[in-house]
Structures are given as C-alpha cells and as structure tokens.
C-alpha cells in the first residue's frame, strides 16, 4: 500500500452503493466536494433521487448517475456495471456500502432470510468487484473500499447471519488487498462501530425473534447509534486519501477490536457480560 501515491479525488469517478442514506448518502456529498464524478446505487428509488438532487443543486455540472438496484439480486449486478462502464468507462473508487442487519440467533433465522443476508453483503461486493476489476487494474491508483462491520471484528450472540457476512467480507478484503498490492490498486477495509444510520430502523428480525425482544432489541441498537455519519465518511476518505488497509471508526469499534485481541476466546463472555450488566443496570 506504502508504494501508491495517495488518491486523486478530482475528476476520479466512483461508484458507491447504499447511497440513498447514512454513510453512503454523506460519502456521496464529501466525493461531490472533492471533484469526484457519483455513480450512486441503492434499491430506495425515492431516497436516491433526492441524495443526487441535493448533490447536483450543490455541485452543478458534476456528472451524477444513479442507477436503482436491488442488490440482493445477484443477477442484476452485471447488467449493472455494463450500464455503468457504457457511461463511465473509468471508473477510479469502488464504495462496497450497501448492508443489510440482521438479528436472531441461528435457530431464530431461517436458512433463506440468512442467504438474504449474505447476498447483500457479501455477494453483491464480492460480484461487484469481480465485473469491475478489469477496469480499476486499467486505472493505476484506484482504490475499493469495503465496509465491513464492528461485528466483522467481534461475533456476539445474536447476529449470526450479519456477523457471517461481514466476517466473510473482511476476509474477502484482506485476500484483494494482498492480491493488488503490486498492481496499483488499494484496498480499504472499514470496520464502523456504532454510527448513526437507518440500519437499526430497517434492520431484518429472523421469524422466530420474539416480536418484543425484536422491538428491545432494536431499541438498544439505536442508542448505540452515536457517532456522526458526516464524520465516518470523512474518516472514510481520508483512509483512501492514504491508502490505509485498515480502518475502525469510533470507539465503540476500537475497544472491542483490542478486546479480541488481547483475549481471542475471552473476549466473547466479556462483551455479553459487560451488555447484560448494562441491561441490568438501565431496569
């Protein structure tokens, strides 16, 4: 990674997906800011149209594209990226942030809503990426970015399905970056802790989730929900601005990242003690 120069932003093209909200929707705007032609893709037509209205009012004669997809659909990316590169036939950044949560226990989530979740996000990046791969090794000094997750570093009990996902993308990410090191292409891997997004409002629950433990749940989740979204996408950009491999935004992925490794088994029972006391203590 030491080798690249750092990312140009002016006049690059990037594609970001989840763009219709949160991370996703503030990283469109920072690019648009820093001179970078959008692709944006999210599956909420009428969210996407807004973000890339507002960008366009702000930043008049930037191209910006949206393209409306359900990621979840895998067969729909190549079509996808073939209207793309008809458009764009460079494209410089790669933005794998579209997700999905989901909250169950295994046995509470069936074998098709925990597919769902994997082709979300860990198929459609991995899809992406592949289709786009040729272009960005013809684009010396672009960049992916794939973002994992807090629970890509830490596996609690509950999130089988989004942890398995988010896991497999972190590994995913470190093959590629190992793979591109030498051919002029960077990779990033963004594990976000608590920022604050839609996820917990449209988070899945598995169909055997007590419907008032889901409701609980969730709740909890949107406390957690502190940190600026604004913040982590420019924490974002300035990771591929130098070319980190790496990258933990927030505390609350920071912690427990050193948690799990200083204590690899350990740090599971830690992590649910320290929630059930926290549990205990807001009764």
């Known amino acids: 990674m030491s080798r690249l120069e750092p990312f140009r932003f002016a006049g690059a093209t990037a594609l970001v997906t989840g763009a219709a909200s949160g991370m996703g929707e503030q990283l469109a705007h920072q690019l648009a800011g820093r001179g970078t032609a959008l692709v944006l893709v999210d599956r909420d037509a009428d969210r996407l149209d807004r973000v890339a209205a507002a960008v366009r009012v702000a930043h008049p004669g930037l191209a910006v594209d949206v393209h409306t997809v359900d990621l979840s659909d895998t067969a729909a990316i190549e079509p996808l990226v073939a209207e793309v590169l008809a458009e764009h036939p460079r494209v410089d950044l790669l933005v794998n942030n579209a997700g999905v949560a989901m909250a169950g226990r295994f046995d509470q989530v069936s074998l098709v809503e ?53 896991f497999g993308l972190r590994g995913f990410s470190q093959v590629l970056q190992a793979e591109l090191a030498g051919r002029c292409v960077g990779v990033t891997t963004v594990h976000p802790g608590g920022i604050r997004t839609r996820i917990a409002e449209t988070a899945h629950v598995g169909q055997g989730v007590d419907p008032r433990e889901a409701a609980a749940g969730k709740a909890l989740m949107a406390k957690l929900l502190t940190y600026p979204a604004e913040r982590a996408a420019a924490d974002i950009l300035e990771a591929v601005e130098h070319r980190r491999a790496r990258l933990l935004i927030a505390p609350s992925a920071v912690v427990p990242d050193l948690l799990a490794r200083l204590l690899p088994v350990g740090h599971t029972r830690l992590l649910s003690w ?10």
Not at 132 to 157: E, F, K, M, Q, W
Not at 274 to 283: E, I, K, S, V, Y
């Open 274 to 283: 320290l929630m059930r006391g926290g549990r205990r203590r807001r009764r």
């Open 114 to 166: 925990f597919d769902a979740v994997l082709r979300v996000n860990l198929t459609a990046p991995v899809t992406l990426t592949h289709h786009l791969l040729p272009t960005l090794l013809a684009s010396p000094g672009s960049h992916v970015v794939n973002v994992s997750s807090l629970y890509g570093l830490i596996a609690p009990a509950g999130q089988s399905a989004y942890s398995t996902s988010k």
